[in-house]
């Protein structure tokens, strides 16, 4: 069973409204990077965090997105606006630290923007 | 840039064995792991190699030959529920090891 907790696990949004989903990594975990898998099972990655700060994040993820790790709370990714090509799993993985060979995985949220 | 490709389905049968391939390209590549995914569950973690050769798991086994860009995942005396699909994910040293993935491998063993 995993131990990264994604809540809510399904979510239905219509186009352009918001979208926000959270992820309570594995305790002892300051690592978290969130993913993105399409019905085609493509994933993309979106961003990551080492604690509160930012590593990395893509494009789109900078512009229609916002997401957060703040200390002692769940990490949050919102969409803005959501479109419809935004329907995907989106998964929270969670590592002890940067260099580790392996990710913990949350079951996901699935989107679906009508 | 950096990529991983895999054929997107395999089929075996019961008791005998699967292979699962990966190619990939990237500019700092900082070790390969394989993940198994059931339909609407979590990825889980199987293995994860950075030397060439094969790396004996017991009921899995991998591969790796970095000059080729190359891996495989095998599985041996396969049961019905190794049916899954079986990500391949390669690290990139250069950017904060972030792991770029395969879109999986949908492995069906039949009876």
């Known amino acids: 069973n995993s131990k990264v907790i994604q809540t809510p696990r399904y979510l239905v949004k219509g186009q352009g409204q918001k979208a926000k989903m959270r992820c309570i990594p594995e305790?002892?975990?300051?690592?978290v990077f969130w993913y993105q898998q399409n019905k085609n099972n493509e994933f993309k990655f979106l961003i990551n965090f080492q604690n509160q700060e930012v590593l990395q994040q893509i494009d789109m993820t900078e512009k229609r997105f916002s997401a957060e790790c703040p200390s002692n709370s769940p990490c949050s990714l919102e969409i803005q606006s959501s479109e419809a090509g935004d329907s995907a799993l989106y998964l929270c993985?969670?590592?002890?630290?940067?260099?580790?060979?392996?990710?913990?995985f949350g079951h996901g949220t699935k989107l679906s923007v009508l | 840039g950096q990529g991983v490709e895999q054929p997107a389905k395999l089929m075996s049968v019961e008791g005998t064995f699967a292979r699962v391939n990966c190619t990939y390209s990237t500019s700092g590549f900082n070790g390969l792991s394989w993940y198994q995914q059931r339909e609407g569950q979590a990825p889980v973690f199987l293995s994860y190699v950075v030397l060439d050769g094969l790396k004996d798991s017991g009921h899995f086994s991998t591969f790796l030959s970095r000059s080729n860009g190359y891996s495989y995942l095998l599985l041996t005396e396969l049961q019905i529920k190794d049916s899954a699909s079986y990500l391949c994910a390669v690290r990139d040293g250069g950017s904060f090891n972030k792991l770029t993935f395969g879109a999986g491998t949908r492995l069906a063993v039949c009876p």
């Open positions: 993985a969670s590592s002890p630290q940067i260099s580790n060979e392996r990710l913990f």
């Open positions: 305790k002892g975990h300051p690592v």
